[in-house]
Nanobody, 121 residues
Framework: QVQLVESGGGLVQPGGSLRLSCATSGIINSIYAMGWYRQAPGKQRELVATITSGRSTNYAASVKGRFTISRDNAKNTVYLQMNSLKPEDTAVYYC???????????????WGQGTQVTVSS
């Protein structure tokens, strides 16, 4: 029932910016963490940034200071603002949700379909 849909990817020149959006649907438990992950061809999927229901954030060292994760509860959307983009940021970016519904007290994990980000001149 929970679905995540990413958007905002595209082609951008080095030094440019993109803003990714992750729209959620379905019931989201109050206890949750959302994150952005990315996967480049031939590489493992890696954590980019996370934000919890308590508003705590953390970032991969490679993006800290350049990327900002945020959420808009009214719009049920999580964002990833990416500035000063580098070619190394090229990857498919995935939105992730981990939550723990009170009804089951079991952790659940969901993934979006991914959105391509290409940083190239």
């Amino acid at each position: 029932q929970v679905q995540l849909v990413e958007s905002g990817g595209g082609l951008v020149q080095p030094g440019g910016s993109l803003r990714l959006s992750c729209a959620t649907s379905g019931i989201i438990n109050s206890i949750y963490a959302m994150g952005w992950y990315r996967q480049a061809p031939g590489k493992q999927r890696e954590l980019v940034a996370t934000i919890t229901s308590g508003r705590s954030t953390n970032y991969a060292a490679s993006v800290k200071g350049r990327f900002t994760i945020s959420r808009d509860n009214a719009k049920n959307t999580v964002y990833l603002q990416m500035n000063s983009l580098k070619p190394e940021d090229t990857a498919v970016y995935y939105c992730n949700l981990k939550q723990r519904p009170i009804a089951t007290m079991a952790w659940e994990e969901y993934w979006g379909q991914g959105t391509q980000v290409t940083v190239s001149s």
